[in-house]
C-alpha cells in the first residue's frame, strides 16, 4: 500500500484551498451583483411607485388624466369640507339674475294695462306707467340665407347681329361664400372645434346653407389668410409687452409629433405650432426677447435671461406635493418646502386683495425667501436620489424665483398661459391634431384671434366677417386693438 509523501498532501491541500478562494470569491461576485441588481430594482420599484401615484395634485398632469378612484377621493375631499353648507345659495348670497336688455335692444313692446281698479272696480284709462314691470323673452327668428346672383347678359347688336356678353365685373366675388358665413365656418371649426363633418350638418341644419367638405376647408384657407395682418399685429403686441406668459404642448400633424406654444399677456394671446420644442426652434418665436417672461423650468427657454424671468410656483408646489408623499427623508424636506410655498401663496394672496401694502408683502417674504433658499440647499446636500438633483435644478433657477416681488405686475404662477393653452388642449385630443401645413396656420390664427378678440372685448364673430370683408372689398383690414365692441 503506498502512501503520499507530505510534499504532496501538502500542494493537494493548497489546491483545495485555493479552490475554495476562487469558489469564495465566486460567490462574493455573486452576491455583489445580486446586490446591484436588488438595489436596481427597488430603485425602480421606487420611481414607478412615484409614477403610479401621481396626478394632477402632484405632477404636471392636468385634472382630466386623473383615475376615477383619485377623482372620487378628491370629490369626497371636497365633499368633506362642505358637510357643514346647506344645499344651495349660502346666507347672504346675492344671486344672478338675467339683466334686462335696454330699450334700444328691443324689437317689439307689448303694453298691457289693468281694465278696472282693484279697489272701487271702476274702469281706468290707460295712463303709461313711467316705470312699468318688465318681462322680456328673447327669440331667434328663422336663419334664411340672403343669396345675392350676378347675370352677365349676352346681347345681340341690332346693326352687325354681333352677340356680345357683360364682362366679369370686378364686383363678381371669387367665393360663392359671403363674408359673415365664411366667418361663421371659421368660428366653427376653428375656435369651437367642431369636426368638419359636424360642421357641415350644423350649416344645414341652423343656417340653410348646403356646403361640401372640400368647399368648407377651402374657406377655412380663406379665412386664415384674412386675418392674418390681425395676428401679425398680435404677435408685435405681445413681443412689446413687458410680461409674457409662455407654455408648451404637444400637437399632431398628420400623425408625427409636432409642439405647440402659446404666448398670452393682458391684452394678446398668440399660439404657434412648430416642429419641435428645442432651443434653436423657440428663440426665433420670442423676438427681441423684451421684458419678464413667466414659464416652467423647461431648459429650451434658457435663451432668456435668468434675471428677467419668473419661474412657475405653481409646477414648484406640484413638485414639493410628490416629495412630501414619499417614503424616507425625502417627506420632511417635501413638507418644509411646501410650508413655505403654503405661506407665500398666503401673502401674495393677502396683497392682491389689498390686505397688504407692497411695501409690507416684499418685506415679510424677506425672512420667506431666505428660510426656503436654505432648505433647498440643504436638500442639496443630503444627496437624496429623485430629490437633491431637482433641487439644485430649482436653485439653479434661484434669479427667476422671486421676480414677481421685485416687480409689480408679475405673477407667481404660468396659470395664464396655462388656461389659454387649454382650449387648444382639447382640440387636440378630440381631432388628434392637423394634417396639414395649412391645417397649423388655421388653427394658429384662429386661436390668436379668438383669444385677443375676447381680451379686447370684442365680438369675435363681428372681428371675422370685418375681415373677410376687408379683403372682398379691397378696403382697410381692421385692428383687434383699436376698438372696442
Given at each position: 500500500?503506498?502512501?503520499?509523501?507530505?510534499?504532496?498532501?501538502?500542494?493537494?491541500?493548497?489546491?483545495?484551498?485555493?479552490?475554495?478562494?476562487?469558489?469564495?470569491?465566486?460567490?462574493?461576485?455573486?452576491?455583489?451583483?445580486?446586490?446591484?441588481?436588488?438595489?436596481?430594482?427597488?430603485?425602480?420599484?421606487?420611481?414607478?411607485?412615484?409614477?403610479?401615484?401621481?396626478?394632477?395634485?402632484?405632477?404636471?398632469?392636468?385634472?382630466?388624466?386623473?383615475?376615477?378612484?383619485?377623482?372620487?377621493?378628491?370629490?369626497?375631499?371636497?365633499?368633506?369640507?362642505?358637510?357643514?353648507?346647506?344645499?344651495?345659495?349660502?346666507?347672504?348670497?346675492?344671486?344672478?339674475?338675467?339683466?334686462?336688455?335696454?330699450?334700444?335692444?328691443?324689437?317689439?313692446?307689448?303694453?298691457?294695462?289693468?281694465?278696472?281698479?282693484?279697489?272701487?272696480?271702476?274702469?281706468?284709462?290707460?295712463?303709461?306707467?313711467?316705470?312699468?314691470?318688465?318681462?322680456?323673452?328673447?327669440?331667434?327668428?328663422?336663419?334664411?340665407?340672403?343669396?345675392?346672383?350676378?347675370?352677365?347678359?349676352?346681347?345681340?347688336?341690332?346693326?352687325?347681329?354681333?352677340?356680345?356678353?357683360?364682362?366679369?365685373?370686378?364686383?363678381?366675388?371669387?367665393?360663392?361664400?359671403?363674408?359673415?358665413?365664411?366667418?361663421?365656418?371659421?368660428?366653427?371649426?376653428?375656435?369651437?372645434?367642431?369636426?368638419?363633418?359636424?360642421?357641415?350638418?350644423?350649416?344645414?341644419?341652423?343656417?340653410?346653407?348646403?356646403?361640401?367638405?372640400?368647399?368648407?376647408?377651402?374657406?377655412?384657407?380663406?379665412?386664415?389668410?384674412?386675418?392674418?395682418?390681425?395676428?401679425?399685429?398680435?404677435?408685435?403686441?405681445?413681443?412689446?409687452?413687458?410680461?409674457?406668459?409662455?407654455?408648451?404642448?404637444?400637437?399632431?400633424?398628420?400623425?408625427?409629433?409636432?409642439?405647440?406654444?402659446?404666448?398670452?399677456?393682458?391684452?394678446?394671446?398668440?399660439?404657434?405650432?412648430?416642429?419641435?420644442?428645442?432651443?434653436?426652434?423657440?428663440?426665433?418665436?420670442?423676438?427681441?426677447?423684451?421684458?419678464?417672461?413667466?414659464?416652467?423650468?423647461?431648459?429650451?427657454?434658457?435663451?432668456?435671461?435668468?434675471?428677467?424671468?419668473?419661474?412657475?410656483?405653481?409646477?414648484?408646489?406640484?413638485?414639493?406635493?410628490?416629495?412630501?408623499?414619499?417614503?424616507?427623508?425625502?417627506?420632511?424636506?417635501?413638507?418644509?418646502?411646501?410650508?413655505?410655498?403654503?405661506?407665500?401663496?398666503?401673502?401674495?394672496?393677502?396683497?392682491?386683495?389689498?390686505?397688504?401694502?407692497?411695501?409690507?408683502?416684499?418685506?415679510?417674504?424677506?425672512?420667506?425667501?431666505?428660510?426656503?433658499?436654505?432648505?433647498?440647499?440643504?436638500?442639496?446636500?443630503?444627496?437624496?436620489?429623485?430629490?437633491?438633483?431637482?433641487?439644485?435644478?430649482?436653485?439653479?433657477?434661484?434669479?427667476?424665483?422671486?421676480?414677481?416681488?421685485?416687480?409689480?405686475?408679475?405673477?407667481?404662477?404660468?396659470?395664464?398661459?396655462?388656461?389659454?393653452?387649454?382650449?387648444?388642449?382639447?382640440?387636440?385630443?378630440?381631432?388628434?391634431?392637423?394634417?396639414?401645413?395649412?391645417?397649423?396656420?388655421?388653427?394658429?390664427?384662429?386661436?390668436?384671434?379668438?383669444?385677443?378678440?375676447?381680451?379686447?372685448?370684442?365680438n369675435v364673430l363681428a372681428f371675422l366677417t370685418e375681415c373677410c370683408q376687408a379683403v372682398r372689398d379691397k378696403g382697410r383690414?381692421?385692428?383687434?386693438?383699436?376698438?372696442?365692441?
Amino acid at each position: 500500500m503506498s502512501h503520499a509523501s507530505p510534499n504532496d498532501r501538502n500542494a493537494q491541500l493548497e489546491a483545495e484551498l485555493i479552490a475554495k478562494d476562487q469558489q469564495i470569491a465566486a460567490l462574493q461576485a455573486e452576491s455583489l451583483a445580486k446586490d446591484a441588481r436588488i438595489a436596481t430594482l427597488e430603485r425602480q420599484v421606487a420611481e414607478l411607485s412615484e409614477r403610479l401615484g401621481q396626478n394632477s395634485r402632484n405632477s404636471h398632469r392636468p385634472p382630466s388624466s386623473d383615475t376615477p378612484e383619485e377623482r372620487r377621493k378628491r370629490r369626497n375631499k371636497e365633499k368633506k369640507a362642505k358637510q357643514q353648507r346647506k344645499r344651495g345659495a349660502q346666507s347672504g348670497h346675492q344671486g344672478t339674475h338675467r339683466e334686462l336688455l335696454p330699450e334700444s335692444k328691443v324689437n317689439k313692446f307689448v303694453d298691457l294695462f289693468p281694465k278696472e281698479c282693484e279697489n272701487c272696480w271702476k274702469p281706468l284709462p290707460q295712463v303709461p306707467d313711467p316705470a312699468p314691470k318688465r318681462h322680456q323673452q328673447t327669440e331667434v327668428p328663422p336663419i334664411e340665407p340672403y343669396t345675392t346672383e350676378w347675370r352677365r347678359h349676352e346681347v345681340t347688336c341690332p346693326r352687325c347681329q354681333y352677340r356680345t356678353r357683360a364682362p366679369y365685373a370686378a364686383e363678381i366675388p371669387a367665393s360663392p361664400f359671403g363674408p359673415r358665413l365664411m366667418a361663421i365656418v371659421a368660428l366653427l371649426t376653428g375656435v369651437y372645434h367642431l369636426g368638419r363633418r359636424r360642421a357641415v350638418d350644423l350649416l344645414a341644419d341652423v343656417v340653410g346653407v348646403r356646403i361640401s367638405l372640400g368647399a368648407l376647408s377651402a374657406v377655412e384657407a380663406r379665412v386664415s389668410e384674412a386675418v392674418q395682418p390681425a395676428v401679425d399685429e398680435a404677435w408685435k403686441k405681445v413681443g412689446d409687452a413687458e410680461v409674457k406668459h409662455t407654455d408648451g404642448t404637444t400637437w399632431y400633424q398628420a400623425g408625427a409629433t409636432m409642439a405647440l406654444w402659446t404666448l398670452a399677456t393682458a391684452v394678446a394671446t398668440v399660439f404657434k405650432i412648430v416642429v419641435d420644442s428645442t432651443k434653436p426652434t423657440l428663440q426665433p418665436l420670442y423676438g427681441a426677447l423684451q421684458g419678464i417672461l413667466v414659464s416652467d423650468r423647461a431648459t429650451a427657454l434658457n435663451f432668456w435671461a435668468m434675471e428677467r424671468r419668473q419661474i412657475c410656483f405653481a409646477h414648484l408646489l406640484r413638485k414639493f406635493i410628490s416629495f412630501a408623499e414619499r417614503d424616507g427623508p425625502s417627506a420632511k424636506f417635501g413638507r418644509q418646502l411646501l410650508d413655505y410655498t403654503g405661506l407665500m401663496f398666503e401673502y401674495w394672496h393677502d396683497y392682491k386683495s389689498g390686505k397688504l401694502s407692497r411695501e409690507m408683502f416684499v418685506a415679510w417674504m424677506a425672512p420667506l425667501r431666505r428660510h426656503f433658499e436654505t432648505v433647498l440647499a440643504q436638500a442639496v446636500s443630503a444627496d437624496i436620489a429623485g430629490l437633491s438633483g431637482s433641487c439644485a435644478d430649482i436653485l439653479e433657477h434661484q434669479a427667476a424665483l422671486w421676480t414677481f416681488v421685485e416687480r409689480p405686475g408679475v405673477e407667481p404662477t404660468n396659470n395664464h398661459a396655462e388656461r389659454e393653452i387649454r382650449a387648444f388642449v382639447l382640440w387636440r385630443r378630440r381631432s388628434f391634431g392637423t394634417q396639414s401645413a395649412r391645417g397649423n396656420r388655421f388653427a394658429e390664427n384662429l386661436m390668436t384671434i379668438a383669444h385677443t378678440a375676447r381680451k379686447q372685448k370684442r365680438n369675435v364673430l363681428a372681428f371675422l366677417t370685418e375681415c373677410c370683408q376687408a379683403v372682398r372689398d379691397k378696403g382697410r383690414l381692421p385692428s383687434l386693438f383699436n376698438a372696442a365692441a
